[in-house]
C-alpha cells in the first residue's frame, strides 16, 4: 500500500554533489512530515534533516547544516536532499520517511514509513 522510493544515489568524489529523490505512493503527502536519515556500516541510523508537511519549516543536524538543502512537491509526492561539497565521511545508505506530524521529528522511531535507502559514496 504505502511506499517510498528513494533515487539518485552514486559514486561523487569529494567536493561534489549529489541529488537525491523519494517519491511517495499510497498515502496523503500534505498530511506528512518527511525526514532523511543515513547509515553507515557498524554505525546508527542517524538523522539528517526533516522538513515539514507544508515545506514551510526545516530542521539539520550539525554535519548537514549549510551544505545539505531538503525540499519537497507535494503536488508531486516527492522530497528532495541536495547535497553539497560532500565528504567521505557522508559515505552511507540513505533513507527517507514517513511521520503524520505537524512537526519537525527527528527521532527514527517517530516515523511510520520508510523507503528502501539509496547508496552514497564518497571517493576522497
Known amino acids: 500500500q504505502v511506499q517510498l522510493v528513494e533515487s539518485g544515489g552514486g559514486l561523487v568524489q569529494a567536493g561534489g554533489s549529489l541529488r537525491l529523490s523519494c517519491i511517495a505512493s499510497g498515502l496523503t503527502f500534505g498530511s506528512y512530515a518527511m525526514g532523511w536519515f543515513r547509515q553507515a556500516p557498524g554505525k546508527e541510523r542517524e538523522f539528517v534533516v526533516v522538513?515539514?508537511?507544508?515545506?514551510?519549516?526545516?530542521y539539520h543536524a550539525d554535519s548537514a547544516q549549510g551544505r545539505f538543502t531538503i525540499s519537497r512537491d507535494n503536488a508531486k509526492s516527492t522530497v528532495y536532499l541536495q547535497m553539497n561539497s560532500l565528504k567521505p565521511e557522508d559515505t552511507a545508505v540513505y533513507y527517507c520517511?514517513?511521520?503524520?506530524?505537524?512537526?519537525?521529528?527527528?527521532?527514527?522511531?517517530?516515523?511510520?514509513?520508510w523507503g528502501q535507502g539509496t547508496q552514497v559514496t564518497v571517493s576522497s
Open positions: 520517511a514517513a511521520d503524520r506530524s505537524l512537526g519537525l521529528p527527528t527521532r527514527a522511531y517517530a516515523y511510520d514509513y
Open positions: 522538513i515539514d508537511r507544508s515545506g514551510g519549516g526545516t
